[in-house]
């Protein structure tokens, strides 16, 4: 696979390049709407937990950098299990956003982190919980994309603490890819259950 540097990546460069094609059809990605395990009561307890401090963060800005990482991410990834074995957790390099709003300048990272060979997480850390799941998704896609297993699809979860999306990358001679609805941990009632729901079933496909 060519070398790229990650600053220079977005979805046009993937489009050109690599013939990326996004699939709208929703039978493409029935994986994060079919067969999805149980959340059990003591799991509904802890991410109802996740939630109550996802809203203390809110309430008290600004958010410190990693907070949403150690204490919004890293809870869901332990109750799902993708800390124990056969998952292993390597942290890939970051990548520096920033965006300016209202004359302020917005700055936050994109971390990159392999919980297994076809499971990707992506994190966008920022003090103002501003950045959208789009900023993300061309390099999480560029992660995918060099997976060296092409026989099987490979599936990430891109995240900002707030909103939380999971994307599937078929490759082939014309690699394609969908995005599953967002889930946004603010919504009534507690949308981390489907989360968690979605991120177990995707940790039990076989490599």
Do not use: C, H
């Amino acid at each position: 696979m060519q070398k790229i540097q990650s600053r220079d990546i977005n979805l046009r460069y993937l489009i050109d390049n690599f013939g990326l094609q996004r699939v709208r059809n929703t039978e493409f990605f029935p994986e994060w709407q079919e067969n999805l395990p149980e959340v059990t009561e003591s799991e509904k307890q802890l991410l109802d937990r996740v939630q109550d401090i996802y809203f203390n963060l809110v309430d008290t800005p600004p958010v410190l950098e990693n907070a949403v990482k150690l204490t919004i991410i890293s809870p869901i990834l332990f109750i799902a299990g993708l800390y124990e074995s056969p998952f292993q957790v390597k942290a890939e390099k970051s990548r520096s956003i920033q965006e300016e709003d209202e004359g302020r300048i917005i700055e936050g990272r994109i971390d990159i982190l392999i919980m297994k060979a076809n499971l990707w997480v992506t994190v966008i850390e920022s003090k103002q919980l501003a950045f959208s799941t789009d900023e993300a998704l061309a390099q999480l896609l560029t992660y995918m994309l060099a997976d060296p297993n092409s026989e099987t699809p490979t599936f990430g979860m891109i995240s900002t603490g707030a909103n939380f999306n999971f994307v599937k990358l078929v490759r082939g001679e014309t690699p394609q890819y969908a995005r599953s609805a967002e889930f946004v941990i603010s919504n009534p009632g507690n949308e981390l259950y489907r989360v968690l729901q979605i991120l177990k079933r995707l940790s039990q496909l076989p490599d």
